[in-house]
Nanobody
Framework: QVQFVESGGGLVQPGGSLRLSCTYSGSIFSSGVMAWYRQAPGKQRDLVARIHSYGATIYADSVKGRFTISRDNFKRTVYLQMNSLKAEDTAVYYC?????????WGQGTQVTVSP
């Protein structure tokens, strides 16, 4: 059974930083594309960043230059370093494969950016 567990969220002031972690277990090949998504209240879930097994990364325009995705295949963990956070980054953050698999969605981790 595949499971994703996200952690590291919290309340942070604008301009602050957070580092999210996502540990996955089960039958997932570390050679696949992993991604971070987010869902703000009342909005659809959006792709934030992706990382290929060989390290190539792609970011949504809204986070480019501020967020960094990385992965440790040995630890089966994906990270999202978030700097210069803005109020509009407030959302629940999830990790999954890309393309995403419905049954893989975890509980996510809440990120709130507020003074």
């Amino acid at each position: 059974q595949v499971q994703f567990v996200e952690s590291g969220g919290g309340l942070v002031q604008p301009g602050g930083s957070l580092r999210l972690s996502c540990t996955y277990s089960g039958s997932i090949f570390s050679s696949g594309v992993m991604a971070w998504y987010r869902q703000a209240p009342g909005k659809q879930r959006d792709l934030v960043a992706r990382i290929h097994s060989y390290g190539a990364t792609i970011y949504a325009d809204s986070v480019k230059g501020r967020f960094t995705i990385s992965r440790d295949n040995f630890k089966r963990t994906v990270y999202l370093q978030m700097n210069s956070l803005k109020a509009e980054d407030t959302a629940v953050y999830y990790c999954n494969t890309l393309p995403s698999v419905t049954s893989y969605w975890g509980q996510g981790t809440q990120v709130t950016v507020s003074p």
